[in-house]
């Protein structure tokens, strides 16, 4: 029989909201968004990131939140029933997309508690001689650094949903939260008062319109899906946590503010240090292993900040992490009656396993599909095949099959009129499902 126990619930508003916005900012907004501003013309991306977030994100957010707390199940359960039988593949498609993704993901968690080490053992040293790239190469292609580092990861990430909702994941957020706050604060403090960073602050905040062009726009627009961790059921799960009289607007707005501020923070960190250095701001995705370690090599206590920045990172991985496993441990507990403690020790167990060919694909062992690396692959299916297509299911499913449900879920059956209904509505129906089909076909292309 199950434990009801198991299932728990947020035990304040704000541990919500700080948990919610810890699954959403995680490597997307701290490794993502920095670089790929950075080859899509910087200020201008950011401002068609901000117009999305606030339209069709927040929009998204909302509906994964109502279906969750009008379910008060699993995304499988919720969706089972609120729409019926057939509508619970939508969840299942969330469920997969959540272990696929956080198999890869707990690889390159492990990669920042390995570089929290680093900083401290030489890498400043080897970086300053020109050597930084040389060792992200030697340490993706040792098969037992990836996975020590991966397990290790993994084992912090099961010991906090082990714990329980308001005990491990609303706690850890409590936490994290601001200590990422804190540590941004200190790393902005450094970065924007290097000679020559304002070059890169005015890269970052003075938008040139002109250089918004349909690639900057489509960009954004997956950045804005993606970041907030739609379509992997997160957001359902954490909404059946909720208390009855749930303000779901407000909470949506204030973890889409989160989010963003985040995003704007790590710009900040990053672009300034860059400029001061003469350095390349769209280096890609290795900007976080390789460039960086550059910037901080060349300044003054080098080691200090670099060790900084990659626990920054941890904390953003983990609170992503964490949210990532509870979907697919809230579906053991809901449908299966397992315990907690057993749901959550099995997945993590076989989600490292999954994970496992994901790290040595780096380097270590050649293991390819069509053409990806299996952490690339495995990437691609999940971003680009299965999140778009549940992102485009949830906004059909509210919009169109069960408007009541959505009605009565965002007012709390009239109790908290929400003035805004109509146009969530309207871009439930129309605009975000156009949209996240633009995202798909464009997915698929690249």
Do not use: H
């Amino acid at each position: 029989m199950k434990d009801e126990s198991s299932r728990g619930e947020w035990s304040s508003k704000i541990g919500f909201v700080l948990a919610a916005a810890g699954s959403a900012i995680g490597l997307g907004s701290i490794w993502r968004f920095p670089y790929i501003a950075g080859q899509s013309g910087g200020a201008a991306f950011v401002a068609v990131y901000l117009v999305l977030v606030f339209s069709i994100g927040i929009s998204l957010m909302m509906a994964e939140i109502v279906i969750g707390k009008k379910g008060k199940l699993n995304a499988v359960g919720s969706f089972g029933k609120l729409g019926g039988r057939r509508w619970s593949l939508v969840g299942w498609g969330g469920v997969v997309a959540a272990f696929v993704i956080l198999s890869y993901y707990g690889v390159i968690g492990g990669w920042t508690i390995a570089y929290i080490f680093k900083s401290f053992f030489g890498l400043m040293e080897v970086t300053g001689a020109g050597e930084v790239a040389r060792v992200f190469e030697d340490f993706i292609s040792s098969g037992t650094q990836m996975v020590f580092f991966q397990c290790l990861f993994m084992g912090a990430t099961v010991f906090v949903v082990f714990r329980g909702v308001s005990g491990g994941i609303e706690r850890l957020c409590t936490f994290c939260m601001p200590a990422l706050f804190v540590l941004m604060l200190l790393l902005i403090g450094r970065s924007v008062t290097l000679p020559g960073a304002m070059e890169g602050v005015a890269f970052f905040l003075k938008p040139d319109f002109s250089k918004v062009t349909g690639e900057v726009f489509l960009s954004a627009l997956g950045q804005a899906f993606f970041s907030l961790s739609l379509g992997i059921g997160a957001m359902i799960i954490y909404g059946s946590y909720l208390p009855e009289d749930s303000d779901i607007p407000k909470s949506s707005l204030q973890i889409c503010l989160l989010t963003f501020l985040i995003s704007l923070m790590a710009g900040l960190i990053i672009f300034p240090s860059l400029f001061a250095f003469g350095m390349e701001p769209g280096a890609g995705a290795g900007l976080t292993f390789i460039t960086l370690p550059v910037v901080f090599s060349r300044m003054p206590g080098g080691v200090l900040w670099s060790a900084l920045f990659f626990v920054l990172f941890f904390f953003a991985a983990l609170t992503s992490s964490v949210s990532l496993l509870e979907v697919a441990v809230s579906y053991l507990i809901d449908s299966l009656g397992w315990a907690r403690r057993r749901a959550t020790i099995f997945l993590g167990c076989l989600i490292t396993l999954v994970g496992i060919p994901s790290a040595l694909s780096q380097g270590a062992v050649r293991i390819n599909v069509f053409g990806l690396s299996f952490l690339d692959a495995a990437d691609f299916f999940a971003s680009n095949l299965i999140m778009p297509i549940v992102g485009f299911l949830i906004s059909v499913f509210l919009g169109w099959v069960v408007p009541s449900v959505a009605e009565e879920g965002i007012t709390n059956e009239g109790a908290r009129p929400f003035r805004g209904k109509k146009v969530w509505l309207f871009i439930l129906r129309f605009v975000a499902p156009i949209c996240i089909l633009v995202i798909f076909v464009a997915g698929l292309k690249w």
